[in-house]
């Protein structure tokens, strides 16, 4: 053997568009009386192969059925990921018209005649602003189609992750990329909004920290001991929400420019799950409707069964990455004045635990 080893780095972007053709837009609804928003990631003009897994006992989703290898469609325009709860997936009607706009569709025989292809899943986050009846709408998903771009996704409070929380910190939008030794690209991003924490109660940090590449999260060190005994009490302080049940959800995209089947894709967002496992604790209750889309693109050949394997786990470990990232990113909100929550960031939690 010869040569230097190989070692794993994140994209140009470390996230989701990373895998050339895919493009991300966010609508952000946090003006007074709203902390809410939508998330699109729209596939390339001819669409992309796409799979879903959902292991939450809540669920909020919109066309998940198609993607059933059993059934015809193969192709998917856009996913949609939004808050709101089952009233958010209004917000899907504005992406599906938009596509409609511009032609692009499952094609029905005569020019111009396409239906969008859109799956979908919406989170739990009503009322965190003071108003229970603020959600994404048609014109919500159309704003945020209108400014996707291949541009490095914008992070923290924002889009679908826009009144998320997880556990007792500020929830909000992540991403992370990796490309394999083969030259294929795998990334995720995630909408974290989960009944269980991201952070290990013992040390302060994110669960899933020691999974970053290189030193994607060398800033990130373990908080004081006085830090970690103030959060302890500002959470035992907190009223309890237990058997509440709606008040969570983490969704999310896997994504590669590999050549995969509608099967092979439904099989990654499956294991996709494990990162969810790796980051939260604990995940998949019955208060969340925990579900994970994956599209592949198809730029580059398919992998044989070892390098479908390696795949596969590196998709688990960049939604492990992208749930860091977006605990990271988050900012603290205030909206008890409104009648809201007040939800607090980690990094404002442990700020000696950020390494500048």
């Known amino acids: 053997m010869s040569g230097a080893p190989f070692v794993a780095a994140p994209g140009p972007t470390n996230s989701l568009v990373d895998v050339a053709g895919l493009r991300v837009g966010h609508c952000t609804r946090d003006e007074p009386g709203w902390l809410t928003g939508v998330t699109v990631v729209l596939a390339p003009d001819g669409g992309a192969v796409a799979g879903v897994d959902v292991r939450g006992g809540g669920p909020g989703t919109r066309e998940t059925d198609l993607l059933d290898p059993r059934n015809l469609v193969d192709r998917v325009n856009a996913i949609v990921l939004g808050g709101g709860s089952a009233l958010g997936l209004a ?175 439904e099989k990654m967002s499956g294991i996709g799950h494990d990162g969810y496992a790796r980051a939260l604790k604990p995940v998949h209750t019955l208060f969340d409707g925990d579900t994970l889309f994956t599209l592949a693109t198809g730029a580059r050949p398919a992998p044989d069964p070892v390098e479908q394997t390696l795949l596969m786990e590196a998709g688990a470990d960049c939604v492990a990455r992208a749930i860091v990232h977006a605990l990271l990113a988050a900012t603290s909100v205030d909206r008890t004045s409104d009648g809201g929550d007040a939800l607090r960031s980690w990094s404002d939690a442990f700020p000696s635990a950020l390494q500048r």
Not at 192 to 205: F, K, Q, W
Request: charged residues 15%; proline residues 6%; contains cysteine.
């Open 91 to 265: 917000a899907v009607d504005g992406v599906m018209g938009a596509l409609l706009d511009d032609g692009i569709g499952w094609p029905m025989g005569e020019p111009g005649h396409v239906v969008p292809i859109v799956p979908s899943a919406i989170l739990f986050d009503l009322g965190r602003a003071g108003t229970w009846g603020h959600h994404p709408r048609a014109e919500d998903g159309r704003a945020a189609y209108a400014v996707a771009s291949a541009s490095a996704v914008a992070q923290g409070c924002v889009g679908a992750g826009t009144g998320a929380k997880a556990g007792g910190f500020k929830g909000g939008i992540g991403s992370a990329s990796v490309v394999l030794e083969s030259g294929t690209t795998v990334a995720a991003l995630i909408a974290v909004n989960a009944v269980g924490s991201a952070v290990d109660p013992a040390t302060g940090l994110p669960y899933a920290v020691g999974l970053g590449l290189g030193d994607e999260l060398a800033h990130v060190g373990r908080p004081s001991a006085a830090e970690l005994e103030a959060s302890r009490a500002r959470a035992e302080a907190l009223p309890t929400s237990a058997g509440r049940p709606g008040l969570a959800t983490t969704i999310g995209v896997i994504a590669t420019d590999a050549t995969l089947g509608k099967a092979q894709c």
